[in-house]
């Protein structure tokens, strides 16, 4: 049986995952640890399968290379058959821009034996950045999956989507298999927006389900940034992305009765940020980027609560048609 498998799904990689490859060559405290790397090639169009194989042919890593292609695009897909495909007990997930540090994997293992409870953690996620990020960036770093909560463990809230992004996410085979439905929610498109928090819906399954959610900071990633993803357009679209998944996010947990509550909270609380924020900041939208951000996260975060009332009335729909 294999310890941990780290899978690292991947779009057009071919020049970033030589370096993720080095970064688990370098790994340290394996000694007594079996384990494996599996990459999913989630529908690449440059050289990724010929970096992958020359890398296999020349056993460069010293464990089991694995390829895998999965045509169906999208981050939510790639994980899923990553799932699919390991045999390790523990998944230990990667970007092909995430660069872990030397006792990454070792840490991993240690700590879902020191923890069994935990269905899935996460770690010290640092930013390294193309270029210089705009002023006052910190206070959004968190949705480009930057995290640091100090040095000392910490257990997740998940009630209040206190959660780790997928970044060096480690999850239990088991618990995913047996928990999480093979069908994510949060993976289409809002009219011409799309979507995020498939990572997110991912935890809120395994804490329904009674598994824990930690952060661990013995386990430390660099994530790296280029400075296309620091550039306005894109900012603004993942702050409307993130912001459409909030409520279908809070519905996931809630019972029955709990739904018009969160609605109306969900709906209501956002639309007074929206206000406040552009009273605040409405001569400064056009050359505050934080400012504007926020004010689209919060715009997005009403949005989604149509979104999610969309998703469920087609949902009766079809459910009346059959």
């Given amino acids: 049986m294999i310890d941990i498998a780290v899978a690292i799904p991947t779009y057009n990689g071919a020049d970033k995952i030589p370096k993720v490859f080095e970064k688990l060559q370098?790994?340290?405290?394996?000694?007594?640890?079996?384990?494996?790397?599996i990459v999913i090639d989630n529908n690449s169009s440059d050289e990724t399968p010929k970096v992958v194989k020359e890398y296999q042919d020349n056993n460069f890593l010293c464990v089991e290379l694995k390829y895998h292609?999965?045509?169906?695009?999208?981050?939510s897909s790639a994980r899923q058959r990553a799932v699919k495909e390991v045999k390790g007990e523990l998944i230990a997930f990667l970007d092909d821009d995430n660069f872990p540090e030397?006792?990454?994997?070792a840490e991993a293992v240690i700590f879902a034996k020191k923890?069994?409870?935990?269905?899935?953690y996460s770690g010290k996620i640092i930013g390294k950045y193309e270029t210089s990020p705009p002023e006052n960036f910190k206070a959004i770093s968190q949705h480009l999956a930057i995290r640091n909560h100090g040095e000392k463990e910490l257990l997740f809230q998940p009630d209040n989507l206190q959660l780790p992004p997928s970044a060096g996410l480690v999850v239990r085979k088991e618990v995913w298999l047996k928990n999480v439905p093979n069908n994510l929610k949060l993976t289409g498109p809002f009219g011409k927006r799309r979507c995020s928090g498939d990572d997110y819906e991912v935890l809120l399954y395994l804490h329904n389900a009674g598994w824990?959610?930690?952060?661990?900071p013995k386990m430390k990633i660099e994530h790296y940034i280029p400075t296309s993803r620091l550039e306005k357009e894109y900012l603004l679209a993942l702050a409307m992305g993130n912001g459409l998944?909030?409520?279908q996010l809070r519905m996931i947990k809630a019972k029955f009765w709990q739904i018009p509550i969160i609605f109306m909270k969900t709906f209501l609380g956002n639309l007074r940020r929206v206000f406040r924020q552009y009273?605040?900041?409405?001569?400064?939208?056009?050359?505050?980027?934080?400012?504007?951000?926020?004010?689209i996260f919060y715009w997005g975060s009403f949005l989604g609560c149509f979104y999610w009332l969309q998703?469920?009335?087609?949902?009766?729909?079809?459910i009346k048609s059959q």
């Fill in 26 to 37: 370098q790994q340290t405290g394996l000694e007594n640890i079996t384990w494996e790397i």
């Fill in 245 to 247: 998944a909030t409520c």
């Fill in 311 to 318: 998703r469920e009335l087609n949902f009766i729909n079809r």
């Fill in 212 to 216: 824990e959610i930690w952060y661990n």
């Fill in 115 to 120: 923890h069994p409870q935990a269905g899935a």
């Fill in 102 to 105: 030397k006792n990454w994997l």
């Fill in 69 to 75: 292609f999965e045509s169906q695009q999208g981050a």
């Fill in 279 to 295: 009273t605040k900041y409405q001569k400064e939208l056009k050359t505050n980027l934080i400012a504007e951000f926020e004010l």
